[in-house]
DNA sequence: CCCATATGATTGACGCGTCAACAAAGGAAG
DNA sequence: CTTCCTTTGTTGACGCGTCAATCATATGGG
């Protein structure tokens, strides 16, 4: 007789996913707020400006761009659109390709990107890494792969 | 001498961090589209239809739902006024308290929750549960209760 | 060369969340 | 009763994200 795959959680696990999950989402916010109040950028900022600071020439194709960050052209074209207005990047046309574009750092981006740096640094070892001990912290690294490996299986049962 | 208390991660401690975050954000937005696909509901109004469902007469304050849920008045305000549109909530003005209202569930409200709770549970276990050997999700625990922990605590240092 | 299709990028509509401002009513103190 | 403060709840503006539609340019097949 070929044992039953259970199919849905038990109320302790239960307990467990909503613990989880609302304090991995007030962790992303707390990071967020401090991020935002201390140097006025979003995570979504910080992540844009770190890929361009690490790109060659300081400017990447906007498909590259939302390929190293992981993201859909549309939500970077989105961004890019409201860190324009700010000045933080700007946007110039492509001499290879002339669809496509290229987004360049500013000084300004560049300045922005330097003063958040050390405090988002220190904002994520306060949050993260100083919580845990470090036997936490190597289970919260196997968690994620086994976590990571159950998404990209869009499996039944 | 007293130890000097470190105040940035170590890059491999940033990894984790990055692993981290990346992978527990993928996850609440696969279950919010699975969510969505299934049920057409999001994450949030399956949480304000699942606290309503709980309450005493199936209807409450709004400062009452707010606090049970964890959120802020505003938030909720919005979050009311989209559901209300879509015929799964509906405001009634409060008989003891001129200034208040009562959220209360309709009858479409309470069919569209019950039809999105077993794929939800079953996605919860799928994605969540499955993919952990009961020590990793004894882990998660641990580690949850240590960043709760952590954020409780604004503390310096 | 010409058409079909693929690719690069943007846009608009809409849901979601935060913040700050506000209106309206309650309640306590004089 | 009037004044002041608190509580309740809503609103508007804006950033953020997704989805579907759109447009222009590349590109490969005839």
């Known amino acids: 007789m070929a044992e039953r795959r259970k199919a849905f959680p038990t109320t302790e696990e239960l307990r467990i ?30 992540a844009v400006l770190l890929t361009l600071r690490e790109a060659e020439g300081r400017s990447l194709r906007p498909s590259e761009l939302a390929a190293r960050i992981g993201w859909q052209r549309s939500r970077l074209s989105h961004q ?7 000045g933080l990047v700007r946007r110039e046309e492509c001499a290879t390709d002339s669809r496509g574009a290229e987004v360049v750092l500013t000084s300004d ?9 050390l405090p988002h640094l ?36």
């Open 80 to 86: 890019i659109g409201r860190m324009e207005r700010r």
């Open 17 to 46: 996913w909503r613990d989880f999950i609302e304090t991995t989402e007030a962790l992303r916010s707390e990071l967020a707020s401090r991020l935002q109040s201390e140097s006025s950028l979003s995570p979504s900022d910080y």
């Open 109 to 117: 981006g560049a300045e922005a990107f330097r003063d958040a740096s």
């Open 122 to 157: 220190r904002a994520v070892h306060e949050l993260f890494v100083n919580p845990l001990t470090p036997g936490q912290l190597a289970a919260a690294e196997e968690i994620t792969t086994a976590l990571r490996t159950g998404l990209k299986a869009p499996r039944d049962t």
